[in-house]
């Protein structure tokens, strides 16, 4: 299958700090999902993707144009892309259905009538259909956030990426922003720290550590890597990696050796994530 | 995607939407209506001295340029954060630097019907004959007035633009604009004496009320006048028509140079354009200062009303 999206060796550097490592990722339909602590280079990942960043080194390209060529081809994979950044500093004074009017204009939406409708369109994608007149300003922190989504699905966009998304989004926004994304797009990138969203949305999951991919695969292959892995018992395993008191008193233990009379439990994306993570210390400290 | 490949340019559709940015902006509104007011009173003969409408387009001047540099400032700090929000998108900065530049004509349009009920006042209600040098044609004046208002009604938009496109702080265009005054109000003919060079200063007079001392010239306004010396009306060194042109070529120059600013426009070709705009504003400035009128011109009769 052609991939929607894909990066050959694409690296970044900033001065003498590398954000990316040479890497190379294939994305195809479906939800994907990015892991990775601060600093791992997601972020710098998503805005290469979205051509808002030239990357130093490798080739990108989105449904087909390569956006590391010429103007013409960026121009052109940009109007197949919608991006929600991390952080949105929104224009002062303007309000919701005028800043993705104006959005929209930028997407080159140049007809009013059909504008205006595709911004009505996407304000009620994110329950804010009846939000449309009220200042940015005076929107909460979640509507805020379901704004700035909303400006990434101006034109239905057929590569979706989107930066902590779920940011500051109450529970029932949370499930209600998954429904919405899970169908918003031919292709979903997902940069979170929510791995219940990965578990509960993503078909694929990608983590990135220190600007390299550490594992690339299915959210049941993750989770496969931490089977056996996870315990709960009176008391800690020895050596675990992360350990915590339930609410039923039992401790909940990751990696390490089980204690006696500790019984393992099914990993979640969380439980991997972590172990992969220390595995991935641990590896570094080894080689340093 | 396709549903947004409708009629009409992008740069058009964007245009509008700046035109209404700035029509909806207060500090506009504020700066139109006072010289919309003041154009009406000027008209019915309300306030009005003996030079009739000669100084006043310095009105519009500072209620829709030196206001405007601070308005279309904030819309572009706007558009880039609108643009931001978005991350990448397929219309590029140097669009909306365009559309935005297009905006002036709302300040502008203003300027211009005070411009011409300026120069209509100036035939209803002409002034005294110890206003006019001799020599010194209605057009002269005009020239002066449409450069002073309507002129700095776009220039100082533009350069609220172009410096949101280079020096993109917070407080930049207040301080600009203050500095803008101070700086005006120090090349004014009456502080420099003659020199010729202040007709590269985008806003300066032409005709005002001049001391004279033993028939020298020793200032204007109050500066250097003392009880023994004559108050009249005279021009002061400097072609006010070529000065126009000299004005244009700056603000195609400034939305030239905002373009420049987008790193994916094509910058060779704008360097040679800007080049060739720097040549002939300078060009046109010498001109301005070496052509028709080299000299000051000063009206024989006492000035009544200075």
Known sequence: ?288 | MSTSLASGSTLGALAKQEIRNYLEHKLFWFGAVLTLVLAVLMLAGIGLDDSSSGSYMIVPGALLGVLGLVVLNGLTHRSDRAAAAAGAVAVPERTRTLALAAAVVVPASVALVAWVAAVITWYVHPPTDDVMPPGISNAFVHAMQFGDGVMSAVGGPLLGLLLARYLPKRGVAVIASVLLVIVTILLQGGLIGLQPYRVFWVWTYFLSQVALHDGEFTGAMTAGAGPDYEWHMGTYPGNPFIWLVYLVVLCALGVVIAVYHDPESDRVHLRRVALGLVAAAVALGVLAMTVGYTEQVVNPAICGFC
Request: charged fraction near 20%; proline fraction near 5%; include cysteine.
């Open chain 1, 1 to 288: 299958m052609t991939p929607v999206a894909s990066l050959t060796d694409v690296s970044k550097r900033y001065g003498a700090t590398t954000a990316l490592h040479p890497t190379s990722i294939d994305l195809q339909t479906g939800v994907i999902g990015l892991l990775g602590p601060n600093g791992a280079g997601k972020t710098t990942l998503l805005r290469l993707l979205s051509t808002a960043l030239p990357p130093s080194t490798g080739r990108i390209e989105v449904s087909g144009q390569e956006v590391t060529g010429g103007h013409a081809e960026r121009v052109e994979a940009r109007r197949r892309i919608g991006y929600t950044p991390q952080e949105v500093v929104f224009p002062r004074g303007m309000t919701a259905f005028g800043f993705l009017d104006y959005i929209a204009v930028l997407k080159e939406w140049k007809g009013s009538g059909a504008r205006h409708a595709e911004v009505r369109r996407v304000l009620a994608l994110v329950d804010l259909g009846d939000r449309g007149s009220m200042k940015v300003a005076r929107l909460s922190g979640g509507q805020r956030r379901r704004l700035a989504v909303a400006q990434a699905l101006i034109g239905a966009p057929e590569l979706l990426i989107l930066d902590e998304p779920t940011t500051g989004l109450d529970p029932e926004q949370r499930a209600s922003l998954r429904g919405l994304l899970s169908g918003a797009a031919d292709t979903v990138l997902i940069s979170t720290h929510q791995t219940e969203d990965v578990a509960a949305l993503c078909d694929r999951v990608i983590v990135l550590d220190g600007g390299r991919v550490r594992f690339d695969g299915s959210v049941p292959e993750l989770l496969a890597t931490a089977t056996g892995r996870v315990h709960i018992g009176p008391t800690a395993s020895d050596g675990a990696v992360q350990t915590w008191k339930t609410g039923t008193g039992l401790v909940r233990s990751v990696g390490g050796q089980p204690a006696p009379d500790s019984s393992v439990v099914d990993p979640s994306v969380e439980d991997a994530y972590l172990l992969l993570r220390a595995e991935q210390r641990f590896t570094e400290g080894v080689t340093s």
